[in-house]
C-alpha cells in the first residue's frame, strides 16, 4: 500500500447482507485471500429476515480498511458496509467465564461479580459460569478481576455494534 | 416447461447466439433440451477448458457475454482456469454447469464438487441452484452481473433434478439485486478536478488499460488524447483501445514495453490511468514507477483506485461516458504539451523495438512481422489472439492494432493454451473476420486438440505456431538469472510435428524452416479455406527485448546487448 495513512488500528466494520446461504463465506473468504486479519467475527439476523448484520473488528491500517470496504461493497450479497467508529457507535459483546473457585472462596468472588454486572450462570462443586454483557471493555475488565482466581474456560460473542440513533443525522 | 428447457429460454432472452462446451452425466437434461431445440448454437469443444476460452474469445471479439458448459465434477473443474482467466482479465462469462442431484448434495457423490466452492474466490458471484423456480431469475441475475460494472465471470450451478423439474416459466424483466449497484456516473467535480491537472501537468501522459476495450470507450480515449495532445501508453489488455498507428500512442509499456514508453511513464508528471490496475507486469518497482507523477486514476471498480498507488484524483465510474465528459473539459481548457511530446518523440525514435537479423536464422520477431504484413493485405477484418510467452510479447510489440476488439490475450493470469480456443470463440463471435493466433509451441501443445472444434464446427481460424522448441520465456529467465541452467524448458521443434498434427485434426499444415518461405506459405494458409497451422521455425536462443527485469525499476529496461543488434 503506497502513501499515507500506513500504521495499523483497530476498526469496528458492519455489514448488512442478505441472508443466503454462501454470503458469510464469500466475505471471510475475501478477508483471508487479501491478508486481512480479523480479530472478531459476530453474525446473527436482523429486523428483517432476509438481512443479517456482521460485526468484524479488524486490525488494519486506513489504507487497507478503505480496500476492505471497497472489496466487501463488490460481493454481489453485501448491502452495506460502515465503519463503527467509537464515539458514534454502541458495542455489545457477551462472555461465559468458568472460574475456579474452592467452596470456601465462592461468596466472595459471587459478591466481586455482582458489583461488576456480572451474572451468575452456573455453580459446580469447584467453578462457577458468569455471563457477562457489556462493552468490550467491561468484559476485558471483568477478566482481569476474576484472573487471579484461575480461568478455566472462556468464551466471547465477539463484538455486535449500531450506530448510536443519537449520532445518526 | 423443463427447467432444462428455462436455461435455453433464458439464453435465447439475454441474446445469446453461441454457447461453448461439453455434456457430461450432471447436465444430460441441458443437452437433451439443446437436442429439442434452440437458437443457441452450440460449439463442442474438446476439453472444458477449451470452451472456456473459447467463451472468453467470444467476449472478447463481440462484446457481448460469453457462455460456456459443463458438466459437474471434472467437466466444472476443467473450466476453473477459464474462470480464473476472466477474472483475472474482466472478461464478461457466464459459466453453467450440471451438478448431482440435490438429495446427493453433500455426500460425495459421483463426480460431485463443490465447485461454488472452488470458484468463490474467482468468481464475482455464483449460485447453487437447488429450486427450478429459482432458474429464470438467477440467470437473469448471473448475466447482469457478468456484464455490468467491471466485468467478469459468474457461474451458475445447476442441481440435476433442477434441470428435470418443472415451472412455469416467466422471465424476469428487471434483476433483483439490491447488493449490486455499480457505478452509472462519473462526478463532474472530480472530472473538473481532471481537467485541471491536465491543464496544469507539463509532462502528462494517459496510461490505459483494457476497461476502456471493456467500456466501448475507445472512441472516447482517442477524443480525449486528441482534445488535449495527450501522450499515451497503451498495455497489453487495452491493445486496440487506441489505434497502434495514432502519432499520440507510444505503445505498451511494462517487463517487454519499449523503453521510450517506460521512459515516457518514468518522467511524467501526471498519470492519466484510465481502465488499468498498475499491474506488476507494467510497474516493475512499484517505488520507482513514475516517481515525479500526480495520479488520475479513472476505473469504474472503486476498489482498484488507490489498491496499488494512490490517487490524488480518484475518479469512478463508467468509463465512456466519463472519458467523453473529460475529452470535453479538457479541450475547453486549450490544453497543449509540445516540448514533452518532442521529447517523447525523440526517444521514440531513439529506441525503436529491434532486433538482429542473421543469415540463415528465421528470427522470431520476422516471422510475426510476415504475418502481420501477410494479414494486412487481406480484405477482412483481422482479429489476433496470442497465448503467453515470448511469442505474445512480440506479437504486442510488432503487431499493429487500430481496432478495438482485435487484439485477444491472457494477461493477468497468463494462461497458456489461451490463443487457440480463444481463436475459435472469437470466429464463432465474427464468422467474417480473419482470425489468426499467434501461439508459442509450448502453449499450442496446451491445448491444441481443440483443433478438432475448429475444423468439425467449421470455424476457419490460422495458428502460426512460433516454434523455437522451448518453453522460450522461461528459457530466457533460465539463460538471464539461472546461470544457463536449461531445466526442463527443451520441447524439441520436431515433435509433434505440428503440420501432421494439423492434418490428423482435419486442419491444413505448413511448415517455414526460412525466412524465404514465409511469404508464399503464409499467404496459403490464408487462402486455404479451412483451418491452418503454420509451423514456423524459429531460432531456439532469441530472447525477448526489451526487458525489465521482475523487481526492477521500469526505467533501468534493458535492451538486447548492442553486439548482438549491430
Known amino acids: ?169 | 416447461m423443463l427447467g432444462s428447457d428455462a436455461v435455453l429460454r433464458s439464453l435465447e432472452h439475454e441474446g445469446v447466439d453461441v454457447a461453448f462446451g461439453i455434456p457430461g452425466g450432471a447436465i444430460l437434461p441441458l443437452y437433451d433440451a439443446i437436442a429439442r431445440g434452440t437458437t443457441v448454437r452450440h460449439v463442442l469443444a474438446r476439453h472444458e477448458q477449451g470452451a472456456g476460452h473459447m467463451a472468453e474469445g467470444y467476449a472478447r471479439a463481440s462484446g457481448k457475454v460469453g457462455v460456456a458448459i459443463a458438466t459437474s465434477g471434472p467437466g466444472a473443474t476443467n473450466l476453473v482456469t477459464a474462470i480464473a482467466d476472466a477474472w483475472m482479465d474482466s472478461t464478461p462469462l457466464v459459466a453453467i454447469t450440471g451438478q448431482v442431484r440435490s438429495e446427493l448434495i453433500g455426500t460425495d457423490a459421483f463426480q460431485e464438487i463443490d465447485i461454488t466452492g472452488i470458484t468463490m474466490p474467482i468468481v464475482k458471484h455464483s449460485w447453487l441452484v437447488q429450486d427450478v423456480r429459482e432458474l429464470p431469475a438467477v440467470l437473469k441475475a448471473a448475466f447482469h452481473v457478468a456484464r455490468t460494472g467491471r466485468q467478469g465471470p459468474v457461474l451458475v450451478d445447476i442441481a440435476k433434478d433442477v434441470q428435470e423439474a418443472e415451472l412455469d416459466f416467466v422471465y424476469p424483466d428487471e434483476v433483483d439485486l439490491p447488493g449490486w449497484r455499480p457505478p452509472s456516473k462519473v462526478h463532474p467535480r472530480q472530472l473538473a478536478a481532471a481537467a485541471d491537472a491536465i491543464a496544469a501537468a507539463e509532462r502528462p501522459i494517459v496510461y490505459a488499460g483494457g476497461g476502456v476495450l471493456n467500456a466501448d470507450a475507445a472512441a472516447e480515449l482517442r477524443a480525449l488524447v486528441e482534445a488535449g495532445r495527450l501522450p499515451a501508453v497503451v498495455t497489453l489488455m487495452g491493445k486496440g483501445g487506441l489505434p497502434d498507428s495514432h502519432p499520440l500512442n507510444y505503445g505498451p509499456p511494462g517487463m517487454h514495453g519499449s523503453k521510450y514508453a517506460n521512459w515516457a511513464l518514468n518522467k511524467a508528471d501526471l498519470l492519466i490511468a484510465v481502465g488499468t490496475r498498475f499491474d506488476d507486469r507494467v510497474t516493475g518497482k512499484l517505488s520507482a514507477f513514475a516517481p515525479g507523477a500526480k495520479v488520475i486514476h479513472f476505473d469504474i471498480d472503486a476498489a482498484e483506485v488507490g489498491k496499488i498507488r494512490h490517487a490524488e484524483i480518484p475518479v469512478v465510474g463508467p468509463l465512456k461516458l466519463g472519458l467523453a465528459q473529460l475529452a470535453r473539459e479538457v479541450k475547453a481548457r486549450g490544453v497543449t504539451h509540445e516540448p514533452w511530446l518532442k521529447q517523447l518523440d525523440e526517444w521514440r525514435e531513439q529506441f525503436p523495438y529491434r532486433y538482429a537479423k542473421q543469415d540463415g536464422v528465421l528470427k522470431p520477431q520476422t516471422a510475426i512481422e510476415a504475418v502481420r504484413d501477410a494479414a494486412a493485405g487481406l480484405a477482412d477484418d483481422v482479429v489476433w489472439t496470442t497465448g503467453v510467452g515470448q511469442h505474445q510479447m512480440w506479437a504486442m510489440q510488432y503487431l499493429v492494432c487500430d481496432e478495438p476488439r482485435s487484439f485477444i490475450t491472457s494477461g493477468g493470469l497468463g494462461t497458456m493454451g489461451y490463443g487457440l480456443p480463444a481463436a475459435i470463440g472469437a470466429k464463432a463471435a465474427r464468422p467474417d473476420a480473419t482470425v489468426v493466433c499467434i501461439d508459442g509451441d509450448g502453449c499450442f501443445q496446451m491445448t491444441c486438440q481443440e483443433l478438432a472444434t475448429a475444423a468439425l464446427e467449421r470455424l476457419p481460424i490460422v495458428a502460426v505456431v512460433i516454434n523455437n522448441g522451448w518453453l522460450g520465456m522461461v528459457r530466457q529467465w533460465q539463460e538471464m538469472f539461472y546461470d544457463e541452467r536449461f531445466a526442463e524448458t527443451h520441447l524439441t521443434q520436431s515433435v509433434p510435428a505440428y503440420a501432421q498434427l494439423a492434418e490428423a485434426y482435419g486442419c491444413a499444415g505448413f511448415t517455414v524452416e526460412s525466412e524465404a518461405e514465409l511469404e508464399e506459405t503464409l499467404a496459403a494458409a490464408f487462402a486455404c479455406g479451412r483451418s491452418a497451422v503454420v509451423d514456423v521455425r524459429c531460432d531456439p536462443e532469441e530472447k525477448c527485448f526489451p526487458m525489465v527485469p521482475a523487481g526492477a525499476a521500469a526505467v533501468d529496461v534493458l535492451e538486447a546487448p548492442e553486439e548482438v543488434l549491430t
Open chain 1, 1 to 169: 500500500m503506497a502513501g499515507t495513512g500506513a500504521e495499523m488500528s483497530s476498526h469496528t466494520i458492519s455489514v448488512r447482507l442478505e441472508n443466503t446461504p454462501g454470503a458469510l463465506a464469500r466475505v471471510s473468504q475475501l478477508f483471508s485471500r487479501r491478508g486481512y486479519n480479523i480479530q472478531s467475527l459476530a453474525v446473527g439476523p436482523t429486523e428483517r429476515d432476509d438481512i443479517s448484520r456482521l460485526t468484524l473488528r479488524v486490525d488494519c491500517n486506513e489504507n487497507s480498511l478503505e480496500q476492505i470496504e471497497k472489496q466487501m461493497h463488490k460481493l454481489v450479497n453485501v448491502l452495506r458496509v460502515t465503519e463503527l467508529k467509537p464515539d458514534d457507535s454502541l458495542e455489545r459483546e457477551l462472555a461465559l467465564f468458568t472460574v475456579s473457585v474452592a467452596p470456601d472462596r465462592r461468596a466472595e468472588l459471587v459478591a466481586l461479580s455482582q458489583v461488576a454486572g456480572a451474572v451468575v450462570a452456573d455453580i459446580g462443586r469447584d467453578a462457577i459460569t458468569f455471563e457477562v454483557v457489556g462493552r468490550p471493555d467491561q468484559v476485558e475488565a471483568f477478566e482481569e478481576l476474576v484472573r487471579p482466581y484461575g480461568v478455566r474456560e472462556l468464551v466471547r460473542t465477539g463484538r455486535i455494534g449500531l450506530r448510536r440513533p443519537s449520532r445518526t443525522p
